[in-house]
């Protein structure tokens, strides 16, 4: 990941879902790494974006498997795209479209506050 290491965004994604009690997006959790992880003079490539996308969605499915925060759908057509999501057909496209843009908008809420930082890909 070019804008920063799994670990720091862990750290960051964790803190933010603790401080937020009404819950925070993946598009947010997105935003705030961007501005807060980046190194100092380093362009924003948009390669780096999409990686940083693709990291916080694993960390946050690795959370949601392991219970350790929830996603809260607003309304019916969230619950159709978490169904999505959870069937493996928004990773097919990347998450991209419609259906993408909804899914990182759904926010999530920590179910414990002892959430894990995460280091590496290896299981929780």
């Not at 498997?65 to 159709?80: L, S």
């Amino acid at each position: 990941m070019g804008l920063a290491n799994l670990q720091d965004l862990s750290e960051l994604i964790n803190a933010m879902l603790l401080a937020s009690p009404q819950g925070v997006s993946i598009s947010g959790m997105i935003q705030e790494a961007l501005r807060n992880l980046q190194l100092p003079g380093e362009k924003r490539e948009h390669s780096d974006q999409s990686s940083l996308e693709h990291g916080i969605i694993d960390l946050v499915g690795r959370l949601a498997q392991t219970a350790k925060i929830a996603p809260q759908p607003a309304n019916e057509t969230d619950n159709r795209i978490l169904e999505l999501y959870q069937s493996g057909e928004l990773a097919k496209n990347g998450y991209k479209g419609l259906e993408g843009n909804l899914f990182l908008a759904i926010k999530w809420i920590p179910i414990t506050n002892n959430l894990p930082v995460i280091r590496d890909s290896s299981p929780l």
